[in-house]
């Protein structure tokens, strides 16, 4: 049952063995239609509504995660008949009707498993007070199974592998048909805010050993702040895991396996200021957070 939704619906708030992935997950493939306007093969935006190059959501080869390139999704005004219209730009797996006055709706694409988590790499720079969003659905021959969604905030220039968990958010079913849109702002938003998305992916019976390892690791990092000598002690949950100290424009400037051991990073020879850590296993990040360096 092909499920059609509006832009104005209600996002509600929430957040191995794999099967059936998204096509064209990591926005590799792009087709340019005759009047200029490119968009990423089996997914729409305002540009494949309109008709016309917007350029809310754009082809990005230069600002990418993995593979060839992301989508850029950003938020500005466009002109809209006489005066211009502050627009949040989307990109949504599957089709899109746009009619006015009727608002935009979202198709559903045909989908026959029941994904129970999601995993994208995302980086988000808002402007203001600006969240960006992903919103899902699913339905089935009896109807809608899942309609939901959670906000992203932001990332401080680094991309950022997150997750979230969708099995509990279904209703009884089974699933023909998913939607998966993501939005560089929430509501109206805030002109110039930006949203990259790279390597969306499904996973399928990894909930729990996902959450887990995110719950119980216990990971000590100390001082904080520091200046010389950063002490990381993780308990046996983190094994085979990576350790990652990024400065703000993403770099990674340290690295180390933890194995339920202590282990150490000299920090003499980096820049005073805010560094973020991670610390990842195969699934993606589980955690992180951030270390402050003085002197």
């Not at 993501?182 to 930006?194: A, E, P």
Request: glycine share 10%; proline share 4%; hydrophobic share 40%.
């Amino acid at each position: 049952m092909k499920k059609i939704f509006t832009l104005a619906a209600t996002l509600l708030l929430c957040c191995g063995l794999f099967a059936q992935q998204l096509n064209n997950a990591g926005f590799e493939n792009w087709t340019t239609a005759g009047n200029g306007t490119s968009t990423p093969d089996n997914w729409s935006s305002w540009e494949k509504a309109i008709g016309a190059p917007l350029g809310l959501a754009t082809k990005d080869t230069a600002d990418k995660k993995e593979g060839l390139a992301s989508i850029k999704i950003k938020t500005d005004s466009i002109q809209a008949g006489p005066s211009k219209r502050l627009i949040p730009g989307f990109v949504h797996y599957g089709s899109v009707a746009y009619a006015p006055p009727a608002p935009l709706q979202f198709l559903e694409s045909a989908f026959a498993y029941k994904p129970d988590t999601i995993f994208f790499w995302y980086k988000y720079a808002p402007a203001g007070n600006d969240t960006a969003l992903i919103n899902l659905t699913a339905s089935g021959p009896s109807g809608s199974l899942l309609n939901g969604g959670f906000l992203l905030t932001g990332t401080a220039g680094l991309w950022l592998q997150t997750y979230a968990v969708l099995t509990p958010n279904y209703a009884a079913g089974t699933v023909d048909s998913f939607s998966v849109m993501f939005s560089s702002s929430k509501g109206g938003g805030v002109k110039g805010s930006v949203l990259h998305v790279d390597g969306v992916r499904f996973g399928y019976k990894t909930t729990t050993a996902i959450n887990a390892v995110a719950d119980n690791i216990r990971l000590e990092l100390f001082p904080n702040p520091v200046s010389d000598v950063l002490t990381i002690v993780a308990d046996t949950d983190a094994k085979d895991m990576t350790f990652e100290l990024l400065d703000v424009t993403g770099k990674v400037v340290a690295t180390k396996a933890l194995d339920g051991i202590k282990s150490t990073i000299a920090c003499n020879d980096f820049e005073v200021g805010t560094y973020f850590y991670r610390v990842s296993s195969v699934s993606g990040t589980v955690k992180n957070g951030t270390v402050t360096i003085v002197r």
